[in-house]
C-alpha cells in the first residue's frame, strides 16, 4: 500500500514536470522564429596578394589576388580599366565561376620605368550576396618607384543637358603626339567614369608634358572613330605636377560627306545613304552619259535619300554627288521595274492646332509647280484668310503660312491641277482639311530678363521636358525675351551663343581645333499654366 502511494506521488511529481515543461518550450517557441542570421552586407577581404600590391621593378608574368572568402567576376571586361593599355590584353581568370582567388595573366610586353594600375570598378564581387569590392586598384612599377602625380578632369556633353554613359579621359605624352595619334594609337594613361559621375582622376601619373582628351566610344578601344564617337579636347598640352582641373566639352563632329551606292525602289525612285550636310549636296545624274533631269529629298530620320528619275529607260544611269570637296561616282544599271509611283498628297496637320504648329501639306513625289489660285483657306464666317506658301524642296513639303486667331475654323481647299509633279502629274481631285484653335486663356505667356555678360548674338531656347525646342528666338542685342500663347506644361532654358552668326549651333571639329560653340543650360524648371503671365530673371554665368 506505501509503495503505490509512492508510485502516485512518483506518476503526479513527472506529470507536473512534463506539464511544466512542455508550457515553457511553447512559450519559447512563439517568441520567434529562426531566421538564419543577418543578411551579409559586407564587401570581400583581401588576405594578400603576389607580388604585393605597389611592388616597384616589376617583372613577373602573373599576378595573384587571395580572398576571404569565394568572389565571383561581374563583368569584368567592361569595368576593368588598365592604365596604361597594354596591346594584348592579359587573361583574367577564373571566368564564370567563383573562386577565393583572382589571377591575372599578362602577355604583353611591359614599358620600362613605367607605373602600371589595374582598377577593377566594381566587377569584384562576393558569391553570396553580390556585395561588390569597389574601385579596387592593383597598382605596380616597372621602375624603381611607384608615379604618384595626379590630374583631374570633368566634363559635360557640349549641346545636351546630361552627360551619360561611360567616358574615357586619355592621356597621351606630348612628345610623340601629333594629329593622327588619337585615331591610331592608344593613350599612356587612361581613367573612366560612367553615368552621372562626370569627374575623374588620372592617378600614378609621371612628371612631363600631356595631351588630354576624352572619348565616349562606341567600341571602346581608345581610339578616336569621328563617325560614331564624342570626343572632347583640351587645346594645348598640359604639364605635370599641376593644382589645375581641366574641363572638357564632348561633342560629336559633323559626318564627312559620303554617298552609297542608289539601289532601284520603283521604275523612277532610287534610295541612297548619305552622310554629311544635305543643304550641301549637288546632285547630278546621267543617262548613257546624258544629263537627264532629277530631283532628290530627304528621307525622314534617315542618312538617305530618294533620286527621282524620268520614266525612261536606260542602259545604265550615273550618280555624281558632290559637296565641298567631296564627290563621288556611282554608275547603276538600270532595272525593269512595274512599280511607277503617282502623285499622291497628305496633310500633316489636322484637328486642334497650336499657334505654333505650320499647318503643311506633302507629297509623294517631288512637287514641281503650285497654283496658288487654286488653293483657298476659309474661316468659320466664309471668309478667305490671306496666307502664303513656302516649299521646302529637301523635304518635298509645302508649308501654309497665316496669322492664326483664337477660337476659329479653318477649311483649307486643294482644287484639282493646284499641285503638279516632277512628272507633270496633276492633284486629280478636291482635298479638304479642317482644324481649329483654342482660345487664347487655355495658353500662358513668358517672358526673361537676362543680368550680367551676354554675348551676342544667341539662340534664346524653350525646351520641353524631352530637350525638343518648343520655340526659340534669335537676338543680336538686348530686346524684348517675350513668349506667348505656350501650352500649359514645364519647359527649361537653353542659350546658344553663336560666335559665327549662323543662326544655328555648331559643333566642333577635332583636326580643326575648333571647340563646339557655347551652350549655357539653366536647371530652373518654369512651369507655364493656362492664363498665367510669368516674368523670369536669369543670371548669365561669368
Known amino acids: 500500500m506505501q509503495g503505490k502511494l509512492k508510485l502516485m506521488k512518483f506518476l503526479r511529481y513527472f506529470s507536473f514536470l512534463l506539464l511544466l515543461t512542455l508550457v515553457l518550450f511553447t512559450n519559447c517557441a512563439k517568441r520567434g522564429t529562426i531566421t538564419g542570421g543577418a543578411k551579409d552586407t559586407l564587401a570581400p577581404v583581401i588576405l594578400s596578394t603576389l607580388p604585393e600590391n605597389f611592388s616597384t621593378s616589376f617583372d613577373k608574368k602573373e599576378i595573384q589576388i587571395n580572398f576571404d572568402e569565394y568572389v565571383k567576376l561581374n563583368k569584368v571586361n567592361q569595368q576593368l580599366i588598365i592604365s596604361p593599355p597594354m596591346e594584348t590584353q592579359p587573361e583574367i581568370i577564373p571566368m564564370g565561376y567563383p573562386s577565393k582567388f583572382i589571377k591575372i595573366k599578362i602577355f604583353d610586353t611591359l614599358k620600362p620605368n613605367t607605373t602600371y594600375s589595374f582598377n577593377f570598378g566594381e566587377s569584384i564581387q562576393d558569391n553570396n550576396e553580390g556585395n561588390p569590392y569597389t574601385n579596387y586598384k592593383y597598382v605596380f612599377s616597372t621602375g624603381t618607384y611607384i608615379d604618384s602625380l595626379k590630374a583631374s578632369v570633368t566634363y559635360k556633353d557640349a549641346y545636351s543637358k546630361k552627360t551619360s554613359g561611360l567616358v574615357n579621359v586619355l592621356l597621351y605624352e606630348a612628345t610623340d603626339f601629333t594629329d593622327s595619334t588619337i585615331y591610331k594609337k592608344k593613350p599612356l594613361y587612361v581613367a573612366s567614369s560612367r553615368d552621372s559621375i562626370t569627374s575623374v582622376d588620372l592617378e600614378n601619373l609621371k612628371s612631363g608634358s600631356y595631351y588630354l582628351v576624352a572619348l565616349q566610344e562606341k567600341s571602346s578601344n581608345y581610339r578616336f572613330d569621328p563617325k560614331s564617337d564624342k570626343i572632347g579636347f583640351h587645346p594645348t598640352p598640359i604639364t605635370l605636377p599641376t593644382d589645375s582641373i581641366y574641363s572638357l566639352k564632348l561633342f560629336q563632329e559633323e559626318k564627312s560627306a559620303n554617298a552609297y551606292r542608289p539601289s532601284m525602289v520603283s521604275q523612277n525612285k532610287w534610295l541612297a545613304g548619305f552622310e554629311g550636310d544635305i543643304k550641301k549636296l549637288q546632285l547630278t545624274v546621267s543617262g548613257n552619259n546624258e544629263p537627264i533631269a532629277s530631283h532628290f529629298v530627304k528621307v525622314p530620320n534617315k542618312d538617305s535619300i530618294y ?34 509611283d503617282t502623285l499622291q498628297v497628305k496633310f500633316t496637320k489636322s484637328g486642334t492646332i497650336q499657334y505654333r504648329d505650320t499647318v503643311a501639306f506633302t507629297t509623294n513625289t517631288p ?29 518635298n513639303t509645302v508649308k501654309v503660312l497665316f496669322d492664326k486667331t483664337e477660337e476659329e475654323k479653318y477649311t483649307l481647299y486643294l482644287q484639282p491641277n493646284s499641285v503638279t509633279d516632277f ?5 486629280k481631285t478636291e482635298m479638304i482639311q479642317r482644324f481649329q484653335t483654342n482660345k487664347l486663356t487655355d495658353y500662358g505667356n513668358i517672358s526673361f530678363t537676362l543680368e ?41 532654358v537653353r542659350i546658344i551663343e553663336d560666335a559665327n552668326g549662323n543662326q544655328k549651333w555648331d559643333t566642333g571639329n577635332y583636326l580643326e581645333k575648333r571647340q563646339p560653340e557655347n551652350v549655357i543650360w539653366f536647371q530652373k524648371e518654369f512651369d507655364i499654366r493656362a492664363n498665367w503671365e510669368l516674368n523670369e530673371t536669369l543670371g548669365m554665368p561669368n
Do not use: C, W
Open 307 to 340: 533620286i527621282f528619275t524620268p520614266m525612261a529607260q536606260y542602259d545604265s544611269l550615273q550618280f555624281r554627288f558632290k559637296a565641298d570637296a567631296y564627290e563621288k561616282i556611282h554608275t547603276v544599271t538600270q532595272r525593269n521595274v512595274k512599280l511607277i
Open 367 to 395: 512637287v514641281k509647280t503650285i497654283d496658288k489660285n487654286l488653293i483657298q483657306l476659309i474661316g468659320k464666317d466664309s471668309l478667305q484668310i490671306p496666307f502664303d506658301l513656302k516649299l521646302d524642296s529637301i523635304n
Open 423 to 427: 512628272y507633270d502629274n496633276s492633284l
Open 452 to 492: 550680367g555678360s551676354v554675348h551676342y548674338p544667341i539662340i534664346f531656347e524653350l525646351l520641353n521636358k524631352d530637350e525638343k525646342v518648343y520655340d526659340y528666338l534669335y537676338l543680336t542685342g538686348d530686346s524684348t525675351i517675350e513668349f506667348r500663347a505656350i501650352e500649359p506644361a514645364k519647359y527649361f
